[in-house]
């Protein structure tokens, strides 16, 4: 019985030390690195990104002038802007545009002059000075002309 006690304590203690080695962690082996499609891409530096001959087109710019009076004759062209709803008093003055807001979403509609190029918007930049409040939302609609009271109602507040 001793010798089945002893043969049995010898195969349990070698199969402990046969699992030990299995058990702690791989070391040799290592994760594989990420691919980082930054470090991949290396533009050729004989390609010119800016040929000559492409230029940018000039940006649009809103400047606000006085509209001479309609006269006898034909009338010059309409302004570019249309106060919508919740505006009073649109008008110029010294190169600026001024009214009065009298709701709590006043509407502008600015007309984009005609050109041939119909790109995508860039960037928007707005100069202007408000007596109160302070958020300004910008929409572009790709229509000619937009409904400003539909655009009022549509509008988050």
């Given at each position: 019985m001793l010798a089945t006690r002893a043969r049995s304590s010898l195969l349990l203690c070698g199969l402990a030390a046969a699992l030990i080695p299995g058990c702690r962690p791989r070391g040799s082996e290592t994760a594989p690195a990420p691919i980082r499609l930054v470090d991949l891409y290396k533009p050729d530096p004989a390609v010119n990104t800016n040929a000559p001959g492409v230029s940018l087109p000039p940006p649009v710019e809103w400047r606000f002038v006085s509209i001479p009076a309609p006269s006898s004759g034909p009338s010059g062209t309409p302004p570019a802007w249309t106060a919508g709803p919740g505006?009073?008093?649109l008008t110029v003055r010294d190169g600026h545009l001024?009214?009065?807001a009298t709701?709590?979403?006043p509407v502008i509609d600015l007309e984009?002059?005609?050109s041939e190029d119909r790109d995508v918007?860039?960037?928007v930049q707005v100069r202007m000075r408000a007596?109160?409040?302070a958020n300004l939302s910008v929409a572009l609609r790709?229509?000619?002309k937009v409904d400003l009271k539909a655009e009022a109602d549509?509008?988050?507040i």
């Amino acid at each position: 019985m001793l010798a089945t006690r002893a043969r049995s304590s010898l195969l349990l203690c070698g199969l402990a030390a046969a699992l030990i080695p299995g058990c702690r962690p791989r070391g040799s082996e290592t994760a594989p690195a990420p691919i980082r499609l930054v470090d991949l891409y290396k533009p050729d530096p004989a390609v010119n990104t800016n040929a000559p001959g492409v230029s940018l087109p000039p940006p649009v710019e809103w400047r606000f002038v006085s509209i001479p009076a309609p006269s006898s004759g034909p009338s010059g062209t309409p302004p570019a802007w249309t106060a919508g709803p919740g505006v009073q008093g649109l008008t110029v003055r010294d190169g600026h545009l001024v009214g009065r807001a009298t709701s709590d979403l006043p509407v502008i509609d600015l007309e984009r002059p005609p050109s041939e190029d119909r790109d995508v918007v860039h960037e928007v930049q707005v100069r202007m000075r408000a007596s109160a409040g302070a958020n300004l939302s910008v929409a572009l609609r790709p229509t000619e002309k937009v409904d400003l009271k539909a655009e009022a109602d549509l509008a988050p507040i």
